[in-house]
């Protein structure tokens, strides 16, 4: 098999069982249990913590009573674990490339990369234009480190406090925070959420990436505009000081402008449209080999060794590319920003993939994915009802399910087909997942998005809700291109026709 051909497959392509002897409302008996186990894990027993682990048990329990459902409506063990195993192998390609995400950050991390561009990033703030400011800074550090919960609970909680220094309203400066941060977690491939679109839709990463572009570039501008409007009606007073952040920073890490080379390059990688995983394991040695040059200080205390030989320097590159690293920095704030799990740090997503498939696989199984699939597909059977249909899913599951993931994998694995038989690429389920699934979750209280973001930046959902603009503006924009049939992308690599 050539490396261009290591990519998730198409699920749209598989075949997906039809059962006769299943009606809607058995059909939909896994799927309600799955909600309602999922709601109570979130709300009541884990909170945040619930991604850690115990959801993932709720998606195989979700799967046993699928298959309950499943044996009173005659289907054998044998087709739910051929199912569920055509189910798993698919997403191959999504795992690998979240492995090579891992330890992309770690190298990316202990090089200076990543500092470089929060530092570079953070001499962006400017007193006249605060709020557009923030959503740039947290824009950058979130594509750099792939993470908005990360960019939230560093340099989110030092602006919110800035921006209230400055006479901003709490909220106000959350929302340009949280717009900023999820749009860098799109649009970022060390994104987990970034990867499991496209493997959900059966598309490919950096493609998916590209074609995000057409809907989420004008939403951020139009983001912008409206945090520039904002920011020029309110008078403001006193100073921005992050000087203090930007000398931490500087007496860790060796910055450099030289240190951007690295991802200049793997951006010219997949502009040449090389494969995902040679790109991202380019980025990653060359991660490395940058580290032993810009910082072998960190290298070498990475390793635990008291000098940097060949053998630390090997030591300490590996354990940045496999295992948690952190950089300890005199700012206290700063410290979980420079963090990486490394590809032990994705095994998290991965798990959680891979339950999700178990669940899925079954209810493929069983029939129930294409009952639910027909009965929502009656009622919107225009494309543009297809993409309607797609954000209420995943919008209703944001608020039912309390999990952005399951917000994208659940409509992902429904509507891959759907998608298909209307000749439409998978680009446009991935995008449509993301802008919708993704970005609307921190705007429910309950959602462990809502409540992290909330508890982190000491504002609540409520509050900052209707300034988080990118969020809440991104379904409508997706809505409005497939309204008007804006590069809606076709199977044969045309587009639709307005």
């Known amino acids: 098999m050539q490396s261009q051909d290591i990519k998730p497959r198409e699920p749209q392509d598989e075949h997906i069982v039809e059962n006769k002897e299943l009606n809607i409302w058995e059909a939909l008996i896994p799927v309600i249990a799955l909600v309602l186990m999922l709601f109570f894990n979130v709300k009541y027993a884990f909170g945040d913590d619930a991604l850690s682990g115990s959801n ?167 983001t912008l505009i409206i945090f520039i409007i904002l920011g020029l009606s309110i008078d403001v007073q006193g100073t921005t000081d992050t000087s203090a952040m930007l000398a931490s920073i500087k007496e860790s890490f060796t910055i450099s402008p030289w240190l951007f080379i690295v991802p200049v390059l793997v951006v010219v990688l997949i502009v040449k449209k090389t494969p995902p995983l040679v790109a991202l394991l380019a980025g990653t040695l060359l991660g490395g080999i940058f580290a032993l040059i810009f910082q072998p200080e960190i290298v070498k205390t990475i390793a635990g060794a008291d000098k940097l030989t060949f053998l630390s320097g090997y030591q300490g590159v590996m354990n940045a590319m496999t295992v948690d690293t952190a950089i300890e920095t005199s700012n206290a704030s700063l410290n979980d920003l420079f963090s990486s799990g490394g590809m032990a740090g994705m095994l998290g997503t991965i798990w959680l993939i891979v339950c999700a498939m178990v669940f899925g696989g079954v209810m493929d199984a069983i029939g129930a994915l294409s009952k639910i699939s027909n009965a929502v597909l009656n009622l919107f059977d225009s494309i543009f009802g297809l993409f309607v249909s797609t954000v209420i899913s995943c919008v209703g599951l944001n608020a039912l399910a309390s999990d952005q993931y399951l917000a994208i994998v659940i409509p992902g694995r429904m509507y891959a087909k759907a998608f298909k038989d209307k000749n439409l690429a998978p680009e446009n389920l991935s995008r449509t997942l993301e802008d919708s699934g993704t970005v609307t979750s921190v705007l429910v209280p309950w959602n462990t998005c809502g409540a992290y973001q909330s508890g982190v930046l000491g504002v609540d959902t409520l509050s900052y809700a209707g300034y988080a603009f990118f969020n809440w503006i991104s379904p409508f924009t997706t809505l409005i291109f497939a309204g008007f049939r804006i590069k809606i992308k076709q199977l044969n690599g045309g587009y639709l026709p307005r």
Do not use: R
């Open 56 to 222: 993932q048990f709720i998606l195989l329990l979700g799967a046993a009573v699928a298959a309950i459902v499943g044996f009173f409506n005659k289907v054998s063990y044998k087709q739910m674990l051929d199912e569920v195993a055509e189910n798993v192998k698919s997403t191959t390609g999504a795992l690998l490339i979240l492995l090579f995400v891992g330890s992309l950050a770690g190298t990316w991390l202990i090089s200076g990369i990543i500092p470089s561009m929060i530092y570079y990033g953070l001499q962006l703030l400017s007193p006249e234009i605060f709020l557009p400011a923030c959503v740039i800074i947290c824009a950058i550090i979130s594509v750099a480190t792939g993470s908005s919960w990360t960019t939230s609970a560093t340099v989110g909680i030092a602006l919110v406090g800035i921006g209230s220094a400055l006479g901003f309203n709490p909220g106000m400066t959350a929302g340009a925070v949280i717009s900023g941060a999820y749009f860098g977690d799109k649009m970022s491939p060390l994104s987990d959420t970034t990867n499991l679109a496209p493997a959900m839709a059966g598309g490919e990463l950096f493609s998916h990436i590209k074609y995000m572009t057409y809907t989420t570039v004008p939403t951020i501008i139009l």
